[in-house]
């Protein structure tokens, strides 16, 4: 039988001579918005994607124009922890390049949206003078490493956010191709000058996330991603980490041989073996993983196909020792906690709500000018939560009143006011600048939430948390398999309904209806909040009780995402 041939990707790296291809040359092309199409899968490894505004394509097209292209920075954000100087400009950048906005991802990093082909290495430039920088935010390596922000346990976020950014660094491509094309620094001579120690000519097969979670708190959803460590923590002092692989959200309609997948708790190492696990298991996926078939190249495809006691085996080979046994754990939640904290040392924590992780003034909440205000005086750091929000942290007692004082000028005070369900959403950008979006998501989310809350008020559950997300399509970048209602994308105005997931984070949910019609979700959805009002157990989470409910049945594992699905779930709204 003949070997199957590699995807096209594998190629364009291949050719690409670490990264270059010839994307310093596309740049400098003035005739055009856009870059070629290899330069297009390239430029991500930069941290960048080229998009284009489909709002305005029927018009373009009309008047047979171009495309309205421009190209989406990811900035990556280690830990989620930014200085109140990196905030400032980020904030200036995204007026001066982008268009005038700030969105915090559901990986802890910034993104700028709307820059022109002739600003986007003036940005990066900038960003990197802000001692940040947007390499491997995107492509197939390793991304932007992400840790819950836990300000009841700072001591030991201190030593887990160092984790998070020694892995980061660690596992950031080595290439010079990155400050030749955006920081004009001197040219190799040839590529055998280059080297990728970890990552080799051909990089991974795909992208690959890696989290870090401190118990009880899952808000990094530790079982969404291909590689976490769980903190262990005995007697106040962290001694190391369980090691959990092969988790991922992405598949694709119709396609039942793609499927998300919760990851598997496979062993514990001591804190200072934590870099050298974290590379060893990039290594096996770079070594296994599928090169032939994009939508199954992912960590989370090689450990279903081969299992987990597989890849311990051969982790174990790779690191020249063994993991030991998993160390007991608990989750409770995967939120965040809104308001103020203070912890053991006397610093306060802010944690805001930020409404699909858009940052923006809007009429009656000039929200980003209150934070631009804030940083000018903060004297701690900014925390990008897993959940789209914002931790303003490490607030001295001597600047609370004063940080206080601008949230209340500002109208920020209040922004957790809202219902339990709109604070634990999330949704995903979409429409319109999002070239696989199927519907929309961020823009529309917030209207379903405004209508899901009248019903939430009738039957008493405004302060009941619900976990809630939507995307735009099926590759879940806001983890809506995960959550206890979550919506994906299926074509203009409708959505795929899943419910079932696990309160934190810790269980795949199921499909319950196919193809609702945005107008027709709170009629769907209205009799089963009502139900679980009246009829649930003392402390019993809504995902637990769709499943006790018969609604849906739960999903034990990836491969079982597409069974077990009843037949009136494909019946159309």
Known sequence: MSEKKLSANEGIKTRSNYLRGTIAEGLADLSTGSLSEDDQQL???HGSYQQDDRDLRPDRRKHRLEKAYSFMLRIRVPGGVSTPHQWLETDRMADAYANGTIKLTTRQAFQLHGIIKTNLKRTIKEIND??????????????????????????????????????????????????????????????EEDEEPIYGKTYLPRKFKITIAVPPSNDVDIF???????????EGR??????????????????????????????????????????KVVLVQRDFGDRTDRKHSRLKYTIQDR???????????????????????????NGDRYGWVEDERGNFHYTLFVQGGRVLDTPGYPMRTGLREI???????????????????????????EVEALLEKYGMHQSHERSALRLASIACVSLPTCALALAEAERYLPDVLTTLEETLEDVG??????????TGCPNGCGRPFISEIGFVGRGPDRYNLYLGGGHAG??????????????DIQAVLAPILKRYATERNEGEHFGDFVIRAGYVQATVQGDDFHKNIKDEAYLSS
């Open 43 to 45: 430029i991500k490894f």
């Open 130 to 191: 802000a001692a940040m920088d947007t390499i491997a935010a995107c492509g197939d390596v390793n991304r932007n490493v992400m840790c819950n922000p836990n300000p009841f346990l700072s001591s030991v976020h201190e030593e887990v956010i160092k984790a998070a950014r020694d892995i980061s660094t660690h596992l950031t491509p080595q290439t010079g191709a990155y400050h030749e094309i955006w920081l004009d620094g001197e040219k190799v001579k040839s590529s």
């Open 224 to 234: 969404a991603n291909d590689l976490s460590f769980i903190a262990i923590v005995e």
């Open 238 to 279: 962290l001694v190391g980490y369980n090691v959990a692989v092969g988790g991922g959200m992405g598949m694709t309609h119709g396609n039942e041989a793609t499927f998300p997948r919760i990851a598997d708790v496979i062993g514990y190492c001591p804190a200072d073996k934590v870099v050298d696990v974290a590379e």
């Open 307 to 333: 299992s987990p006691e597989w890849f311990l085996s051969e982790l174990n080979k790779y690191l020249g020792y063994d993991l030991e046994p998993v160390r007991p754990y608990e989750f409770k939640d």
């Open 375 to 401: 940083a000018k005086i903060h004297d701690g750091d900014f925390r990008l939560t897993a959940n789209q929000n914002l931790q303003i942290a490490n607030i001295s007692a001597k600047k609370r009143a």
């Open 461 to 470: 559950l405004r302060h009941d948390s619900i976990t809630i997300r939507m």
């Open 506 to 519: 810790q269980r795949l949910s199921k499909l319950y209806r196919q193809d609702v019609a945005a107008e």
